[in-house]
Nanobody, 122 residues
Framework: VQLQASGGGLVQAGASLRLSCTAS????????MGWFRQAPGKEREFVAA????????YYADSVKGRFTISRDSAKNTVYLLMDTLKPEDTAVYYC????????????????WGQGTQVTVSS
């Protein structure tokens, strides 16, 4: 499975961005999808995940209520809508896929996109 992430950019605090991640080379419905981020000098951390059916979603406490993960099976794409962005959201954002159940652990994800930079200025 190949994952292609896009949609990052430089925005001011309070703005919104939508990240996209399109999958190819596999059966999209077989995979739970996750978003992770990594800031300079920090470990990669969980942001959000969507189960295979897309009904069940999970969020890190730091983004709950501001970020929304969704998936479009017709387009083999998972989205991360980020509202009310804060400077501390600045990081490289990665999408990832894993078989079967969702997880908050990056170690359990089998496939990774290349990352897209999100920078939030104050």
């Amino acid at each position: 499975v190949q994952l292609q992430a896009s949609g990052g950019g430089l925005v001011q605090a309070g703005a919104s961005l939508r990240l996209s991640c399109t999958a190819s080379g596999g059966t999209f419905s077989r995979y739970a999808m996750g978003w992770f981020r990594q800031a300079p000098g920090k470990e990669r951390e969980f942001v959000a995940a969507a189960a295979r059916g897309g009904v069940s979603t999970y969020y890190a406490d730091s983004v709950k209520g501001r970020f929304t993960i969704s998936r479009d099976s017709a387009k083999n794409t998972v989205y991360l809508l980020m509202d009310t962005l804060k400077p501390e959201d600045t990081a490289v954002y990665y999408c990832a896929a894993k078989s079967l159940l969702s997880s908050r652990s990056p170690d359990e994800y089998e496939y990774w996109g290349q990352g897209t930079q999100v920078t939030v200025s104050s």
